[in-house]
């Protein structure tokens, strides 16, 4: 496991969202949406291997529900891409203990919507939200064996703890 970590005071402008997409808040009238966007992201994905609950629709509807039933979920800072009604990218976030580290908990992309912009678009997005809420450290873990997850978090900014612990 990587534990991956960016200063917020890093965070750059947050790209514009492709044209024909749509940003919708967190809500738990979306959880179905968000589980739709696990099931279908992550259906070749090397997770599966560390999280066999991704592997069914039930599976990844209960996960959302989990995540967003957590203690110091952050539901304005949670989100949900659609285009034309389709839900096709999401971002689950956590607020840490003692709101030093802002969690990174799911960020997705369905195959069909990948390289348009929108996994960048949500993360920065997610990481100017944890500035602006006095959260100085946006978090996140990843599987070794999940390479492009850390290739793309390293593009977006983000280094490997050194310790693979939550440090500053």
């Known amino acids: 496991m990587f534990t991956m970590l960016k200063r917020v005071s890093e965070t750059e402008e947050i ?12 809500s738990s009238r979306h959880n179905a949406a968000f589980a739709a966007v696990l099931r279908v992201a992550y259906i070749k994905s090397p997770e599966l291997l560390y999280y066999p609950v991704l592997k ?11 995540l ?5 979920f952050v539901p304005e800072n949670t989100w949900l891409v659609e285009y ?18 802002g969690e990174i908990q799911v960020v997705a992309v369905v195959p069909r919507h990948r390289r348009m912009g929108l996994g960048k678009f949500l ?12 959260i100085p450290h946006a978090i996140l873990n990843l599987n070794r064996s999940n390479r492009g997850s850390i290739r793309f978090f390293r593009r977006n900014g983000f280094q ?8 500053a």
């Not at 993360?123 to 006095?134: D, E, L, P």
């Open 56 to 66: 069914t629709s039930s599976g990844c509807r209960h996960f959302v529900e989990e």
């Open 123 to 134: 993360v920065s997005r997610a990481v100017k939200v944890f500035k602006n809420i006095g």
């Open 84 to 101: 034309n009604n389709e839900p096709c990218a999401v971002i689950i976030t956590n607020r840490g203990p003692g709101n030093v580290f």
């Open 160 to 167: 490997v703890s050194s310790s693979g612990v939550y440090a």
């Open 68 to 72: 967003t039933g957590m203690h110091g």
């Open 15 to 26: 790209p514009e969202l492709p044209e024909g997409y749509n940003l919708v808040q967190w």
